[in-house]
């Protein structure tokens, strides 16, 4: 099934949006009753509805032996746009920018800054500022991730 973009961000959303989320971020198939309890729905049946949800839309799968639900398509809507997948883990992209010129400037300072000269100044300065951006940027997108 083929759902443009857009209509998949207005279908995923509230509860259906935490179950993505979680069979994201955990990697790995995962029962009703699991769901459940990791996102402390009323019921089993709540999250057995939404699972449902997600498997019409092609994103999950479902293991008819265990019965449990697993990721199939990985899509990039809403604040998944700005993270990214290293194993389990997710970042937001943001944070690579912060460590690359963070590390970029203390190394400059250590190594390669001379004296206190107008230029290293001017360099120091962008470096800090750029840092800062970068830093306060992905914090603002960790923030944003449903749980």
Same mark, same amino acid.
């Given at each position: 099934m083929s759902i443009d973009e857009s209509r998949l961000e207005y279908l995923l959303r509230g509860k259906t949006w935490s179950v993505?989320? #979680? #069979? $994201?971020?955990? *990697? =790995? !198939?995962? *029962?009703v009753r699991e769901v459940q309890r990791s996102l402390r729905f009323s019921? !089993?049946? &709540?999250? #057995?509805?939404h699972l449902e949800r997600l498997r019409e839309l092609g994103l999950v799968g479902k293991d008819d032996d265990? *019965? @449990?639900? /697993?990721? %199939? @398509?990985? &899509?990039?809507i809403g604040v998944l746009r700005h993270f990214v997948k290293l194993g389990r883990l997710l970042f937001p992209r943001f944070f690579f920018y912060a460590i /690359? +010129?963070?590390?970029? +400037?203390?190394?400059?300072?250590?190594? $390669?800054m001379s004296g206190f000269t =107008?230029? @290293?100044?001017? %360099?120091?300065v962008f470096g800090l500022i750029?840092? #800062?951006?970068?830093?306060?940027e992905a914090l603002r997108i960790w =923030?944003?991730? !449903?749980f």
């Open positions: 993505y989320w #979680l #069979l $994201l971020k955990t *990697g =790995r !198939p995962m *029962g019921s !089993p049946s &709540v999250a #057995l509805h265990s *019965g @449990n639900y /697993f990721l %199939i @398509n990985e &899509v990039k /690359f +010129t963070s590390s970029s +400037t203390i190394l400059y300072t250590l190594f $390669l =107008r230029e @290293n100044l001017f %360099i120091l750029v840092s #800062l951006i970068f830093w306060y =923030r944003m991730k !449903p």
